[in-house]
Nanobody, 126 residues
Framework: QVQLMESGGGSVQAGGSLRLSCAAS????????TGWFRQAPGKEREGVAGIDPDGTTSYTDSVKGRFTISLDNAGNTHLQMNNLRAEDTAMYYC?????????????????????WGQGTQVTVSS
C-alpha cells in the first residue's frame, strides 16, 4: 500500500506561483509513477502532470510551459506552478500507480492511478 500526503496549496493572485508537494509512504513490490490531478466544482477530474521513476514527464496542454513536475531524492513529488491563471483554481490531488505491465504516468487518466491523496486547494484570483 502507498499513502500520499499533499501540501503547499493556497491562494495567490493571477500571475503568481505555488509549489505543491506530495510525500509518499508505504511500500509496494514495484516502483511507482506519480501524477497531479485537479478538479474544479462541477467539472471532471483532470490529469495535469505525471512523472515516471526514470524521470519521464508528461503534461496536459493547458499547463505546458507553466508547470513543472519533479521528483526529489527522498521520493517526494513536486509541482511547481508558475504564471497561475484563474482557471487553474481547483482541488489538486496527488496520485500514484504501479510502474508495471507497461503502465506509465503519461496516461493521465484517473483509472491509471491506484493510490490517491486527500487533495489540497489552489485558488487563483484574477
Amino acid at each position: 500500500q502507498v499513502q500520499l500526503m499533499e501540501s503547499g496549496g493556497g491562494s495567490v493572485q493571477a500571475g503568481g506561483s505555488l509549489r505543491l508537494s506530495c510525500a509518499a509512504s508505504g511500500s509496494t513490490f514495484s516502483k511507482i509513477y506519480t501524477g497531479w490531478f485537479r478538479q474544479a466544482p462541477g467539472k471532471e477530474r483532470e490529469g495535469v502532470a505525471g512523472i515516471d521513476p526514470d524521470g519521464t514527464t508528461s503534461y496536459t496542454d493547458s499547463v505546458k510551459g507553466r508547470f513543472t513536475i519533479s521528483l526529489d531524492n527522498a521520493g517526494n513529488t513536486h509541482l511547481q506552478m508558475n504564471n497561475l491563471r484563474a482557471e487553474d483554481t481547483a482541488m489538486y490531488y496527488c496520485a500514484a500507480g504501479l510502474w508495471i505491465l507497461g503502465r506509465r504516468a503519461a496516461d493521465l487518466t484517473p483509472a491509471n492511478f491506484r493510490y490517491w491523496g486527500q487533495g489540497t486547494q489552489v485558488t487563483v484570483s484574477s
